[in-house]
């Protein structure tokens, strides 16, 4: 208490004063806050763009391999597939193996001279059977043209490599061929039908357990067209499978019938090691062309959003005042990604 002070006027003074030094504390805030903001985007803005100068990079490597894969009268198909899990095929990549992408291999493997030598180089999970079917029947074409000219064993005319992994429709494809390469961490995997988003075998249990009355009526009449793609699916694993895989003593069609049968798991994974005991030609020896191909694809693949985000969001905005504008730009990036590149 002041003498001659009402102590009103000092508790108001004291809020005062308490109250400007709350907002300058949160003046202080506000601004440390700011800053932050736009340092974190100054940085996210500087590794997109330089994210975006590796895709420029990739996009140099992957046209530097491919024109030298196909020096000489090779032939070069590759089905390098965007497997990420965001449904968004990146860089036009396809997420499987579709039919626009069938028809431009099937042109290029019938284009080529009946001498041409064609390197499949797959990085798939599978996809649509058909258009995998259409490419083995291409391939099959080719070295039906100089059937009786080549050993394929010491000079394979049609080779599939795989550095990492061809599941199902990429199987298919490289049963075609007369040598498959995997690299030792490679898989393969089984080549069985997998109908409205189950395996034809898991039709025909339920079936046998609950009989026709105790299932319903959709899951009956998706049975019997399960039964008839499985017995097709079965016929053109036959077909396709090349001559030169082919198991010691084991009967004529022991690969097709064993990997299109659904007694295996469809994800279960075949290694170079499994693929030798199955019969496959195989070999672990890579080139370090084919590797440089398929990881600066890959690399294309995980990179063209954010240098299609840094292209877009330049020419609206300039490289100054560009960062603003980053997420909208990536979003945009990911809509145009999208346009006619997923397949459901």
């Not at 258009?131 to 083995?136: D, E, R, T």
């Amino acid at each position: 208490m002041i003498e001659g002070v009402d102590n009103t006027v000092l508790y108001g003074v004291a809020g005062a004063g308490l109250f400007v030094l709350i907002l300058a504390i949160s003046a202080i805030s506000m601004h440390l806050n700011r800053q932050r903001a736009v340092s974190d985007e100054r940085q996210v803005y500087k590794l997109r763009r330089k994210r975006a100068a590796r895709y420029e990079d990739a996009k140099k490597d992957y046209e530097k391999y491919r024109k030298k894969i196909e020096s000489g009268n090779t032939v070069l198909v590759d089905l390098i597939h965007d497997l990420g899990d965001d449904f968004v095929g990146r860089d036009s990549a396809q997420q499987q193996i579709a039919f626009d992408e069938a028809f431009e291999a099937v042109a290029s493997i019938r284009q080529a001279n009946p001498r041409a030598r064609i390197v499949i180089v797959l990085h798939t999970l599978g996809g649509y059977a058909r258009p995998a079917h259409m490419i083995a029947l291409a391939i099959k074409q080719h070295l039906s043209k100089g059937k009786g000219h080549y050993n394929p064993r010491r000079e394979p005319r049609v080779v599939a490599y795989v550095p990492y992994v061809a599941m199902s429709g990429g199987t298919m494809i490289a049963l075609a061929a007369d040598k498959i390469v995997m690299d030792p961490t490679a898989s393969l995997g089984p080549i069985d039908t997998i109908y409205g988003g189950f395996p034809t075998e898991a039709y025909k249990e339920l079936l046998a357990q609950k009989g026709p009355l105790a299932t319903q009526d959709v899951l009956v009449m998706l049975a019997h067209e399960a039964e008839k793609y499985d017995r097709y699916a079965g016929q053109v694993a036959r077909d396709i499978v090349n001559e030169i895989h082919k198991a010691e003593g084991k009967p004529d069609h022991h690969i097709a019938d064993t990997l299109s049968a659904g007694t295996l798991s469809h994800s279960q994974a075949i290694t170079p090691k499994d693929a030798k005991d199955f019969g496959m030609n195989v070999s672990t020896k890579i080139p370090d062309l084919i590797y440089g191909l398929v990881d600066a694809r890959i690399r294309m693949i995980h990179t063209r959003l954010e240098y299609e985000a840094r292209r877009l969001d330049s020419e609206e905005a300039g490289e100054e005042g560009g960062t603003d504008n980053a997420e909208q730009a990536i979003e945009r990036a990911i809509r145009q990604s999208l346009c006619g590149n997923v397949r459901l």
